[in-house]
């Protein structure tokens, strides 16, 4: 065991003399004594808790932002974008599994340690104007996320998350000042499905989500509509209802075409009639910015109001901004989203 990459973690309460509860997620795990969480990243020694991934990034990248996805957050520009392995949910499809789920490759004691100070650098060297925490589970490398965050905001950079939600209240209270803008996977809305196929449970999601908007965190939704799982309409009606009415019409929702990975190989592909049906659900509800991914088309942005093009994209790249200080040029519509 390599003990010399423990870092001391933060949130850990105490049970009794060597028994420990991780407050840093949702699930809440009791350890006991050299027991790691469901995360595999954090770990009790001698009744105190320690992560085993702080700084061993496992990913690095210059990606537009438009990949996270976010659409309405600083279009155009890039995102320097970090990963340290680990993941509190266990997603059957799951196209980062080999760097989010703990295993004898992507052992952290693998990994060189990057100072949080150097990937801040190296975002400014590479003119981003965010760093994202992404591809794995950024709560489970939730120390390192928040002393690289407020080294980003004294060097005017932005913070984002791309996450799965399942974070605890008091993870976020911590986090949640340094934190810019997030893209939240709402992968169901069913908590049978999240217990089923994610490890997890649906209302610690909706509950993160809204503290983020509650706390001005600029959010956007991604749903994976897979097939026979999350794709009925009655449970796309839910989805979008809970996007309405608890975040908001204006908050941006991507529905991602699902692709068979993983360990989840038998499901075809999601018919583009279904992520047609599941945006026109989207717009039933109020929903102002409903778009698709990991499919052709459906990226660009409209005027809710007079539909005029104000975002034109391609895949990921933004080929042309017609906004005109975060408003439509042709009838003045303020569009929400973070614009500069």
């Not at 932002?65 to 600083?74: A, T």
């Not at 155009?76 to 295993?103: K, L, Y």
């Not at 906004?323 to 500069?340: D, F, H, K, M, S």
Request: charged share 20%.
């Amino acid at each position: 065991m390599n003990f010399d990459i423990e870092h001391k973690a933060l949130l850990a309460g105490v049970l009794s003399e060597n028994r420990v509860r991780c407050n840093l997620c949702a699930h809440h795990c009791e350890l006991a004594e050299d027991q790691y969480g469901l995360c595999g990243e954090r770990v009790n020694r001698q009744g105190q808790l320690y992560t085993r991934n702080f700084g061993r990034l496992i990913a690095a990248h210059v990606d537009p932002i438009e990949k996270k996805p976010l659409n309405h957050f600083l279009p155009g520009s890039s995102s320097f974008s970090i990963a340290a392995p680990g993941c509190n949910f266990r997603c059957q499809w799951c196209q980062n599994w080999d760097i989010s789920q703990a295993n004898a490759q992507n052992n952290p004691a693998r990994l060189a340690y990057t100072p949080a100070t150097e990937v801040v650098r190296n975002a400014l060297r590479s003119g981003c104007k965010s760093i994202s925490y992404t591809y794995t589970e950024p709560t489970v490398f939730f120390e390192y996320t928040l002393e690289g965050s407020k080294l980003a905001h004294e060097n005017g950079i932005k913070n984002v998350y791309v996450t799965n939600g399942f974070m605890s209240g008091e993870m976020l209270a911590l986090y949640l000042p340094w934190l810019d803008a997030a893209n939240v996977d709402i992968k169901a809305f069913s908590d049978q499905a999240y217990r089923q196929y994610m490890g997890g449970r649906l209302k610690p999601v909706l509950d993160s989500c809204k503290r983020m908007k509650q706390a001005g965190v600029w959010l956007e939704i991604t749903t994976l509509v897979v097939p026979g799982v999350n794709d009925d309409p009655a449970q796309l009606k839910e989805l979008t209802s809970f996007i309405a009415n608890e975040l908001g019409v204006d908050t941006p929702w991507h529905v991602s075409r699902f692709y068979p990975q993983y360990q989840y190989l038998e499901t075809p592909p999601t018919p583009d009639a279904t992520i047609r049906q599941a945006m026109e659900i989207g717009a039933e509800a109020g929903l102002r910015y409903v778009y698709a991914g990991n499919t052709r088309g459906y990226s660009d942005t409209h005027c809710p109001k007079c539909s005029t093009l104000l975002l034109r994209r391609s895949g990921l790249a933004l080929l042309e901004n017609n906004l005109r200080q975060g408003t439509c040029p042709n009838c003045g519509e303020r569009i929400a989203g973070v614009w500069e």
